[in-house]
């Protein structure tokens, strides 16, 4: 007999505990609704006994109209202009780990441009031994890699940094996505060219920019590109789409999501930062002192509870209930999540779903019970390095009220007695 | 100075040989492209110096106009009907081990149903202590899993058995999706109903039925039922597509698809297999000397190149050749993928992209040398069992021709001196 058959079935609880509908006529210890006879069980459906629908007609499956509402949200007002703008991904309706392309958030600073796979080009210039310029079809040549990671904007909770603001996980935690990317590694495309030319690498960095009219372009020093940075053509298996940055994208692993250049066009070695608007009017960090802090390229460790959370209320009474969530981090692998359902006094270990993979989303579960009382639900995710995610007031004590960007404190999402959860602080 | 500056550079061989151009004035040597300048650089391109399109209008995101070919495609002659039918996965064009929903294969039996979470009801009844009923929400409330597995339609490859039919990776093997799963163990819902009144389970079985018209009943034997089946409602994080059985469906990991219900309607557990239309006049491999072999539920390791292939021919000449497909085993993980590029007689081991998970693809890459001459290319899979994937006449010396289910084979594609790719057969 298999090990499956072993030491099961009885000793094992039962998680409803009958509240679950017994078949009428049966048994039904408890069962909070076995009296009432189900017209979904008991009488015929359309659906069962007719035909639905051929499928031959769509060659790109959509989801079914029930989902409407688990979309990407754009909020106007975060913007001053749709050209420059950002959206969220619906994390508090999503589960597992893999983020869909067609949900998955996206920023851009001039509009998603259109160009074709034909159209394309990849220039490598400045300190290399000879500057290459790259068709699509060239690249295709190359070795490349399969790796599932995150792309979090490090404008990522940003508006929480003066107190609660938004009231859902899409809104304070939805700029980020996960995605398994195919890709070369950047190292092999500048060994391509060659970096003879560039002497000593410790000290060298590339300046990348997009096609589109921001270019968006940012330094990266050498250490780095050499490392785990990915020409992407492919997320999730499929071409990215064209607000992800079809048809190539940098992939930067665990650092801030505006390194990840759309529409790459062009790859400069240089013996120095260009200091570009970007990373400085930009995506710098603003600290109580008046100094601002640049390079802050990795995004800390975080997580997030998406449900419960305000979009996604507790839709039944006391009893089982999961409370479920992300945790991620630039540095490393997630190794514990713990869940607190007392603004932090007190903490549960969570169950994390599968083993974490580096600089990727980690899904976690807590299998619990709910007594139906108000809860102050948090999450504190712990990751590799032993680094422990941060309080809003240990942040702010270190990095002040200025900020917009990299704020990775833990969240508080207040339960009331009847399920509905609401973005709150806690002192 | 850190691991990543270590013995690199000009130690690496260059892919393209020079064959990338050089960029217009720059030392070219060799270059095949260097002395034509390329208007997409020297001039600035409209993309470059206009915005792009807002994407706030895109709450869920489609592929760009220039993949549009890249869709499951439904063949009109496979099946009498479309209300009865089948499409393919375009495993030629993609890359990664995930499948979008979005262009993911699927069967249906009586056409795809709307189903409605709040209509939705899953009985189980027969052999258990208790009968239950549960809604979507009940079930939202046990404890869930993330699993990536593949998803095989037993059909797949099966017009290959009587030789050379379809000319396309994605028409010969493109039965077949992964994604990853969210879903709750159907042990832990079959233990809620208790499975005292069963007695031993050793010689149990589950019978499992679709809310749809065709209801599609499959028997499962109870070791399988209480080892890892799910019962799935996210796939590849959010809400399963309506054509894969929303808002739940049967995930059996490693077993052939059309075990896996879809709207999964009412598990019975019973003493003994239903023998149903499925399980008999259908789903069961017919031998030459006229017996049918049943409960051939596993399906074998197999791979597939899905570049070149017919539909991915090679777009470049000698040189640098990127030879990839997928790999896979409803036994467990893949250890080895071998590939020929003379029909056989020669093998050399491929590179997996990443270490191999239990029932799901896996990519295989041979970053190789084409000479410009004819191949005859072939993969063969070996999985954690030992098994190896067998050539067409080794399958057909023991199954004879009369099947169209289980065929493993492996698959041949002609790569004639222009890069064309065709189905073919070798003796």
């Known amino acids: 007999m298999s090990d499956t058959f072993k030491g099961k079935g009885a000793s094992r609880r039962a998680f409803l505990r009958g509240s679950v509908a017994a078949v009428a006529g049966a ?6 609704r076995a009296a009432t006879p189900d017209p979904l069980i008991t009488e015929v459906q359309d659906w069962a006994s007719g035909f639905g629908a051929p499928v031959d007609d769509a060659p790109y499956g959509l989801p079914i109209r029930f989902e409407s509402d688990v ?33 998955a958030f996206e920023r851009h600073h001039s509009g ?5 796979k034909e159209d394309y080009r990849l220039m490598i210039n400045g300190l290399v031994d000879t500057p290459l310029v790259f068709t699509y079809e060239d690249l295709e040549r190359f070795p490349r890699e399969n790796h599932v990671y995150f792309c979090e904007c490090a404008a990522n909770s940003g508006m929480e940094w003066a107190g609660a603001q938004l009231n ?30 560039a002497g000593d690498l410790s ?20 250490e780095k590109a050499l490392d785990d940075v990915l020409v992407a053509f492919k997320a999730n298996g499929e071409a ?30 240089m013996d120095g930062p260009v200091e ?12 109580a002192d008046g100094v601002a ?26 009893g089982a209930l999961v409370i479920t969530g992300l945790a991620w981090s630039g540095h490393g692998r997630i190794t514990r999540v713990d869940v607190s359902k007392d603004g932090g006094k007190t903490w549960e270990t969570a169950r994390l779903a599968r083993e974490s993979e580096t600089k990727a989303l980690t899904r976690f579960y807590l299998d619990t019970e709910w007594d139906g009382s108000e809860m102050l639900l948090q999450s504190r995710a712990i990751d590799e390095t032993g680094y422990v995610q941060p309080t809003k007031a240990q942040l702010r004590e270190i990095r002040g009220l200025n900020s917009i960007y990299h704020n990775n404190a833990i969240q508080t999402w207040h339960v009331d007695s009847n399920g509905e959860a609401e973005n709150v602080e806690v002192s």
Not at 27 to 32: D, K, M, Q, V, Y
Not at 112 to 116: D, H, R, T
Request: proline share 7%; with cysteine; charged share 20%.
């Open 27 to 32: 048994a039904a210890a408890g069962s909070a």
């Open 71 to 103: 979309v990407r949200r754009n909020v106007p007002w975060l913007t001053a202009d749709t050209i420059s703008s950002i959206n969220f991904t619906p994390i508090h309706a999503l589960d597992g780990t893999i983020t869909p392309q067609g949900c």
């Open 112 to 116: 998603a441009i259109e160009l074709k």
């Open 168 to 197: 859902g996980a899409q809104f304070t935690h939805g700029m980020i996505h996960n995605m398994e990317y195919s890709g070369i590694p950047l190292r092999t495309l500048l060994e391509e060219a060659g970096l003879g030319a």
């Open 203 to 222: 000290d060298k960095w590339v300046y990348v920019e997009g096609a589109d009219a921001s270019s968006n372009g940012r330094s990266i020093p050498m």
């Open 240 to 269: 990215l789409r064209m607000e992800h940055g079809y048809p190539v994208r940098l992939v930067v692993p665990g650092w801030e999501g505006n390194m990840w250049l759309k529409w790459l066009r062009r790859i400069e070695v």
């Open 276 to 287: 570009a608007r970007e990373e400085t009017s930009k995506y710098t960090d603003l600290l």
């Open 293 to 318: 802090r640049k390079w802050t390229w990795v995004m800390d460790a975080k997580s997030i509870i998406t449900a419960p959370s305000p979009q996604m209320p507790i839709n039944h009474g006391p």
